[in-house]
């Protein structure tokens, strides 16, 4: 079953302007991650929030997390058009689980 | 150092014959998953080894399907008698992590397409 659900499903911006994706999930997490995926190929960890964080930082991304909505955002500032990609969010959830439950992602274009 | 490889990057079948596609982890990482994606869909988990231990199958969608790992090293997923919804891309990834659910690092991917 779907864990997390990412928000918009498409989004377009013009270049230099920020992004802002939002991911929803049902059950208690241990983390949450972030991924990027450029033209339907591998995937690229991006960045991993924990369930007792609230806000984390990277270069031009910030993720923030609110288990009492179970929900996330991940910003990215200054966007360019090589942040062109689909964007997932992963949940891991569960004592002793190894599984990361993955959204069906947001594709960004960003318009040069 | 290297990354994950998968192989072939792209493989065009026709219905009903047999596919393998491979899966180089990452050196020193116990664990591999493997993952379907279809297209403009999220990634649905198939298959996940540690170690030596027994894989978890739980996700395999048929039992034309089928996974193989050689201790830490290369895996090999096999699909029999291919159908047209069999196509999509195929992504495995590897970790070092066993307790939880840490960062997975990504193959390309092998693009298949079921005539």
């Known amino acids: 079953s779907q864990q997390g659900e990412e928000d918009p499903q498409a989004l377009s911006i013009q270049e230099g302007e920020n992004a802002t994706m939002n991911c929803s999930y049902k059950?208690?997490?241990?983390?949450l991650q972030w991924y990027r995926q450029n033209s339907g190929r591998g995937l690229v960890h991006l960045i991993l929030i924990r369930s007792n964080e609230r806000e984390k930082h990277s270069g031009r991304l910030r993720v923030t997390l609110d288990t009492s909505k179970k929900s996330s955002s991940l910003l990215i500032t200054a966007s360019r058009a090589a942040d062109t990609a689909s964007y997932f969010c992963a949940t891991g959830s569960g004592a002793g689980s190894y599984q990361l439950t993955f959204g069906k992602g947001t594709k960004l274009s960003v318009i040069p | 150092g290297a990354g994950v490889s998968q192989s072939p990057s792209n493989k065009v079948t026709e219905k009903g014959k047999d596919v393998e596609l491979r899966c180089d982890p990452i050196s020193g990482h116990t664990a591999l998953y493997w993952y379907r994606q279809r297209l403009g869909q999220g990634l649905e988990f198939l298959i996940y080894?540690?170690?030596?231990?027994?894989?978890?199958k739980s996700g395999l969608p048929s039992d034309r399907f089928s996974a193989e790992r050689t201790g830490e090293s290369v895996s090999t997923l096999t699909i029999q008698r291919t159908q047209q919804e069999d196509s999509a891309v195929y992504l495995c990834a590897s970790s070092p992590y066993r307790q939880s659910q840490e960062t997975q690092y990504f193959g390309p991917g092998t693009r298949l397409l079921v005539l």
């Open positions: 059950t208690s997490i241990n983390n």
């Open positions: 080894f540690q170690g030596n231990s027994a894989p978890d």
